[in-house]
């Protein structure tokens, strides 16, 4: 009886060795091309807030004038990073749960390659508009920068990438479908139905200059909404369990949470056009919709979270538990914060302050990366064979993070709060409430440095082992000290293909 | 739930939002009705708003130089904020010399442009009257709007003055320099283009070409009504709040 288990357990783990050594290449490439642009993203982040409050910084290169490093820097944050990990943890994680290796990896790198070429060719035209000639002029529609030809693409490289995960999907061995494949699904119909519907309805079909900018912001608050969340959501559903050794919570909250997002999600996006003379209904929907963002967020969170509970040390222990849970808390902040800045008197102060953009910022580095950064520490060592060199990193990355994280968001949302008040007092001339924002704007301005310097950790780690430089043990590096106790399990059962239960 | 009804679910929850919130509203908003006159010797007429200037090519520049991301162009209506009442940004106050002519926004007032430059924050002030705001402050003055659009491009914070509650308020912009839209040449070449600016000896600075079309343009926002009057039904000028 015993020999038939451990016979089975070894079929189990030379089957995800399979699927894990089938997806190196592409997961590899994802993550680690994805973390050199959050890099460059974040320096960019960081020349965009310093333009705010000091006009003059490197006002030597056009190609770094004020409006342009805003675009390129959110553009690399959403395209370049966050877009790649997620890729990697979704064909990465649908293989997995679908228990099927993957067997079109050399398209998808193809594909990535050609995703990254459409990114810095996007970025190029951003900042060379003007001075590289007309092959590099970017769209100048906000939310939308990159010209109409770079979404072609991007879109045909993401159906070549997801396509094959739909596929073992499909051709999985029946069984149970999890909580993660849910999301991961969703998020794979989603993009390109968002993503066709954009680009036809801003670059081709000649309607309205307000509907497109009001359908530019509607595929800006979508992309984040139906296709970042419930990938982000997808890694948390499946490392909760997975680190704990429990089942999800519960399966009706998790029903009520993804469908909850589903209705929701959606309507986001054209709360930025309130007061615009659009039909008013659109920017409402918009705002009605980021304030019941709410509802999926305390859903999900009190899931996961009641998933974890009781295994404080697992949280404190593994790299990955620490980054998804702070992610999940976060996605309940977010939910919190997004209701108190969309809602009626909310709206009127954040709609065109720095809270906005504090907002953006909580949903993608807070939500969307915490979750990523989580998923990237479990799933590396296991397609690389090796384990993280340093634990020290780690703890850098992820406490700079959250600090570099928390001063942007605070800053830039009771800045925008005060900005906001200021703009709207009319018994103050203008430029009050622009001074009052310029100081905020000092803050965030650090707090890209602390994020840059938490990303170098990260890029750094994350290079060495692309570059197979990672330990070679069976010991996943955990954030402790002594090894004597695991979240994976006992000694001797950890290998480096994953833990023995899947 | 089998996978027919997961399908099914998610192209019902994201089916009907599209149609409500894309489909329908763009194919409204791409043939609306214009606006009639309802009173006077105009009445059942069609308005048909003016622009001049190189209006969509010096839009595409506006977005392309990322100015959207600090300036907006929207007097939103009462109930999301009180645009209409901050100084000349909806249009001039009655004076001796002119009607009261604040608005908010109409969806005329994008005509010509690709895309309607709505704008992400403002951390400088809202553009959407910008041409006739400059035409107001530099009366008497030996400036065109033109001139001082130049000059504030190409170096906001030593030109001629920002103005507000008629007081002159110098080098107070944050507005970065966009000294790429400008290039210097020998003096000899430059004609009658040079920016009137402090140059080294020989040196002149003169626009280029995108500097020109985003100028024009900038010159083209008048989103008031001075010479031409507005439809009834766009000319939504609400009573200022008395002073505290």
Redesign the interface.
């Known amino acids: 009886m015993a020999e038939t288990t451990s016979n089975a357990d070894s079929l189990d783990v030379d089957l995800r060795a399979t699927i894990d050594r089938s997806l190196r290449h592409p997961v590899m490439f994802f993550f680690s091309s994805g973390a050199v642009w959050l890099a460059l993203s974040i320096i960019l982040g960081l020349i965009a807030s310093a333009?705010?409050?000091a006009?003059?910084f490197l006002?030597?290169f056009?190609?770094l004038?004020?409006?342009?490093?805003?675009?390129a820097h959110m553009s690399t944050l959403t395209y370049g990073w966050g877009a790649q990990a997620a890729f990697g943890m979704l064909i990465w994680l649908m293989a997995r749960l679908s228990r099927k290796e993957c067997t079109a990896s050399g398209i998808i790198l193809v594909a990535g390659h050609v995703w990254n070429a459409a990114v810095a060719y996007g970025v190029l035209c951003i900042m060379g508009?003007?001075?590289l000639g007309p092959w590099f002029?970017?769209?100048?529609?906000?939310g939308m920068e990159f010209p109409g030809g770079v979404w072609v693409v991007l879109l045909v490289s993401f159906i070549l990438i997801s396509i094959w995960s739909l596929i073992q999907f499909q051709v999985r061995d029946a069984g149970h479908?999890y909580v993660s494949q849910?999301y991961l699904?969703?998020a794979m119909?989603?993009l390109p139905?968002i993503m066709v519907?954009a680009w036809l309805?801003?670059f081709v079909?000649?309607?309205?200059?307000?509907?497109?900018?009001?359908?530019?912001s509607?595929f800006k608050g979508t992309v984040f909404a139906?296709f970042f969340l419930p990938v982000a959501l997808a890694s948390a559903y499946y490392l909760a369990p997975k680190v704990t050794g429990r089942p999800v919570y519960s399966y009706n909250i998790a029903?009520f949470g993804f469908?909850s997002l589903?209705?929701i999600g959606?309507?986001v996006?054209?709360q930025?056009?309130?007061?615009?003379?659009?039909?008013q209904f659109?920017p409402a929907?918009?705002a009605a919709a980021m304030v019941m963002i709410l509802i999926p967020a305390l859903s999900v969170g009190v899931n996961i979270l009641r998933t974890v509970q009781g295994h404080g040390k697992a949280i404190a222990l593994s790299p990955s538990m620490r980054f998804t849970a702070s992610g999940i808390v976060l996605f309940v902040g977010y939910g919190v914060l997004s209701f108190a800045l969309n809602n009626n008197i909310g709206?009127?102060v954040s709609?065109?302050?720095?809270a906005?953009?504090g907002l953006d910022i909580l949903g993608l580095y807070g939500v969307f990366s915490l979750c990523a950064f989580g998923a990237i520490y479990f799933i590396v060592p296991r397609i690389t064979r090796r384990e993280w060199l340093s634990r020290r990193f780690i703890r850098w990355h992820f406490y700079l993070s959250l600090y570099g994280l928390a001063s942007i968001v605070i800053c830039a949302v009771v800045g925008g709060v005060f900005?906001g008040q200021g703009?709207?007092d009319?018994?103050q001339?203008?430029?009050t409430?622009?001074r009052r924002?310029?100081a905020y704007g000092w803050g965030i301005t650090l707090a890209w440095g602390f994020l840059l310097l938490a990303n170098l950790f990260f890029c750094l780690h994350l290079l060495l082992m692309w570059a197979r430089l990672g330990r070679r043990s069976s010991h996943p590096t955990l954030l402790n000290k002594h090894h004597s106790e695991s979240p994976h399990g006992p000694e001797g059962e950890v290998d480096n293909y994953g833990s023995a239960t899947i | 739930m089998t996978f027919k009804s997961f399908i099914f679910g998610l192209l019902a929850s994201f089916g009907l939002p599209w149609l409500a919130v894309v489909v329908f509203p763009f194919s409204k908003m791409r043939a609306l009705e214009p606006a009639k006159f309802e009173e006077g010797d105009r009445k059942g007429l069609a308005y048909s708003p003016m622009r001049d200037g190189r209006v969509n090519e010096g839009s595409k520049i506006y977005g392309q130089e990322g100015c959207y991301h600090c300036h907006t162009q929207l007097i939103r209506p009462t109930y999301a904020g009180p645009d209409v009442h901050r100084d000349e940004w909806a249009g001039l106050r009655l004076t001796a010399d002119n009607p009261d002519t604040r608005r908010e926004t109409v969806p005329t007032d994008y005509d010509g442009e690709d895309v309607a430059h709505i704008g992400l924050g403002r951390v400088g002030p809202d553009l959407s009257n910008l041409g006739r705001r400059l035409d107001h402050y530099l009366k008497g003055r030996d400036l065109t709007p033109e001139t001082w659009l130049y000059l504030h491009l190409y170096s906001p914070r030593t030109n001629a003055g920002y103005v507000e509650n008629d007081q002159e308020i110098h080098s107070h912009s944050t507005c970065p320099s966009k000294s790429g839209l400008f290039k210097e040449i020998p003096a000899v070449q430059a004609g009658g283009q040079a920016l009137p600016l402090y140059t080294p000896e020989g040196v002149a600075v003169i626009p280029t070409d995108r500097a020109r079309a985003l100028v024009s343009y900038l010159a083209s926002l008048k989103k008031d009504t001075l010479g031409a009057p507005l439809p009834e039904a766009y000319n939504l000028n609400p009573t200022a709040p008395t002073k505290e």
């Open positions: 333009k705010k409050h006009p003059d006002s030597c056009s190609f004038d004020a409006g342009k490093v805003d675009a508009s003007g001075s002029e970017s769209s100048g529609i906000a479908v849910w699904l969703a119909l989603w139905w519907t309805f801003v079909f000649d309607g309205s200059p307000l509907m497109a900018t009001g359908i530019a509607w139906l029903l469908w589903a209705v959606p309507w996006g054209m930025k056009l309130a007061g615009a003379p659009i039909p659109l929907a918009g709206l009127k709609q065109f302050s720095y906005g953009y900005q703009t709207e009319l018994t001339p203008f430029l409430g622009a924002a310029a």
